[in-house]
């Protein structure tokens, strides 16, 4: 089993930047692909954004390419989301996931973070 423990969210501003941590613990090791995904009112989740903890580039949504930066410590088995320029289109709760090395689907997830963007 891998836990992710989020952090981060809130209310802010059109505009603004806004930054979410999601660690994994447990069985998670280097050979792990983590990703943030978000669901807004009456949306479905959506990827945004996803990074394998072994290296390499990553993948970005068009939604979000070059506002949201996804970067990773290997090390802490961390991962943080950088969001800027925050429109309120952007607002959504907000989910990290895990899947293991092979796996197609992301099965480990998160508790989910609010952010809301006012304009």
């Known amino acids: 089993q891998v836990q992710l423990a989020q952090s981060g969210g809130g209310l802010v501003q059109a505009g603004a930047s806004l930054t979410l941590t999601c660690t994994a613990s447990?069985?998670?090791?280097?050979?792990?692909?983590m990703a943030w995904f978000r669901q807004a009112p009456g949306k479905e989740r959506a990827l945004l954004t996803a990074?394998?903890?072994?290296?390499?580039?990553?993948y970005y949504a068009d939604s979000v390419k070059g506002r949201f930066t996804i970067s990773r410590d290997i090390a802490r088995k961390t991962v943080h989301l950088q969001m800027d320029n925050l429109s309120p289109e952007d607002t959504a709760v907000y989910t990290c996931?895990?899947?293991?090395?092979?796996?197609?689907?992301?099965?480990?997830w998160g508790q989910g973070s609010q952010v809301t963007v006012a304009s």
């Open positions: 996931a895990a899947k293991l090395s092979g796996e197609k689907e992301y099965i480990y």
């Open positions: 447990g069985r998670a090791s280097g050979n792990i692909a």
């Open positions: 990074v394998s903890m072994r290296g390499g580039s990553a």
